[in-house]
Each structure stands twice: as structure tokens, then as C-alpha cells.
């Protein structure tokens, strides 16, 4: 278990539908992202946030939006869905260490939008 | 930014056989190479990693290696398990910060009883 807790595990939705997914980072870090993963494809990054504010955006649709929480947990909308957007979605949380990033990512979230 | 190409996409392996994965990073300011294991429907998990000032570092079967002047660096399994059967991404970062960190495009390793 990596600490870092997402939900749902699964989404099933219609397109043009919005839908929150939810993620709780490990206690103590301070930065959450949130990555991208189409069928057999990388992983893409999609935006950071650190204590609050946003620290750095990936390949974001602007459809799709993110917040972090006083209490550190983070929420991605994604609305106006299409087809394309199913995928997993994960939440990664770290603490930087050494001027570099150990990424602990969530179980993720099965997007299916039907 | 950087660019990090990883190969081969798959690799098959009979049990016990090593296995060998590349990749290649394209910014001599990268300092930091993680990689990453995903088994078939689960997270991505940091099984060793890397800093520039290292050539080389072992954890029991698994080894990583590092050439800064050729700017690759690669994953070395030695003994392979049925368990090992993944997709393997490595990654690349030129500092903190998870856009300054790159993934490659994964490798996915089938060990054959």
C-alpha cells in the first residue's frame, strides 16, 4: 500500500457527463499530480499541486480541472466528456528528497465513458 | 524538455534468463532516473533509482546502471520470476517536480515459466 488513496476505483459515465475523481496524498507530502494512462500507452502527466496552489500543468484538456484542498486531498473534474477520455487515472503524491521527486502513485480510477 | 526513449516496448524471457531494458535521455541536466513496475491493472510502483553521481546500483535481483556521457541508462534483472512479468517504465528528471519528470513509453516484460 502506498499510502496515497484514490476513489473511485471505477467510474462508468455517459458522454458530455462530468465527473470528480477524489485522492488523498501519503501524510506529510505536500505535492499531488495527477497522471494520465490511456490503453497500453505512458504515462501522462496532467498537473501538480503543492500546499494548495498550482505548481505545474502537463497535457491538461482545458475541459478538465484540479484543486487541492486545505487538508491537502485533491479532486480532478473532467467534464463535457468524450470517448477519448477513458482511461486510468492516477493521483501520485511525494515529498521532495535531494532535489528530486519519489512519485507514490494511488491505485488509480477506471474511467469508462460509454 | 526532455526526451526519454525506452526499448524495447516488449520482451519475453524465459524463467531465469536475465533482462536487460534501455533507455535514453536526451537533457545532460537530468540527474535523477527512477523506474517504475506496473503489473497488469495495478499502480505504478518505484522498485530503484538512480542519481547522477552514481554509476551503477544493485537491490538483490535488480540492478540499474547509469553512462552520463552516452546519456543512457538501463535495468538489469537477473533470475527472472513469473512475478517479474510487468510493464517497466523508466524516467527521467532534471529537478523537482513531477513536469520536470519524464517517462519513457514502458516496456512490457513477459517471463515464461
Known amino acids: 500500500d502506498s499510502g496515497v488513496t484514490q476513489t473511485p476505483k471505477h467510474l462508468i459515465t455517459a458522454t458530455g457527463q462530468r465527473v470528480t475523481l477524489r485522492c488523498s496524498p501519503r501524510?506529510?507530502?505536500?505535492?499531488v499530480y495527477w497522471y494520465q494512462q490511456s490503453l497500453d500507452q505512458g504515462l501522462q502527466f496532467l498537473i501538480q499541486?503543492?500546499?494548495?496552489?498550482?505548481?505545474a500543468k502537463g497535457n491538461i484538456l482545458e475541459r478538465f480541472s484540479a484543486q487541492q484542498f486545505p487538508d491537502l486531498h485533491s479532486e480532478l473534474n473532467l467534464s463535457s466528456l468524450e470517448l477519448g477520455d477513458s482511461a486510468l487515472y492516477f493521483c501520485?503524491?511525494?515529498?521532495?528528497?535531494?532535489?528530486?521527486?519519489?512519485?507514490?502513485f494511488g491505485s488509480g480510477t477506471q474511467l469508462s465513458v460509454l | 524538455g526532455e526526451n526519454v526513449e525506452q526499448h524495447p516496448s516488449t520482451l519475453s524471457v524465459q524463467e531465469g534468463d536475465s533482462a536487460v531494458i534501455k533507455c535514453t535521455y536526451s537533457?545532460?541536466?537530468?540527474?535523477?532516473f527512477p523506474w517504475y513496475k506496473q503489473e497488469l491493472g495495478k499502480r505504478p510502483q518505484l522498485i530503484i533509482d538512480i542519481r547522477s553521481n552514481v554509476g551503477e546500483k544493485k537491490d538483490q535481483r535488480i540492478a540499474v546502471t547509469l553512462n552520463k556521457t552516452a546519456k543512457h541508462f538501463s535495468l538489469h534483472i537477473t533470475e527472472t520470476q513469473p512475478e517479474d512479468s510487468a510493464v517497466y517504465f523508466c524516467a527521467a528528471s532534471i529537478g523537482p517536480g513531477a513536469n520536470n519528470l519524464f517517462f519513457g513509453t514502458g516496456t512490457r516484460l513477459t517471463v515464461i515459466p
Open positions: 537533457d545532460s541536466a537530468s540527474n535523477y
Open positions: 499541486y503543492y500546499n494548495g496552489e498550482e505548481r
Open positions: 501524510s506529510g507530502d505536500l505535492s
Open positions: 501520485a503524491s511525494s515529498t521532495p528528497t535531494g532535489g528530486s521527486e519519489k512519485l507514490f
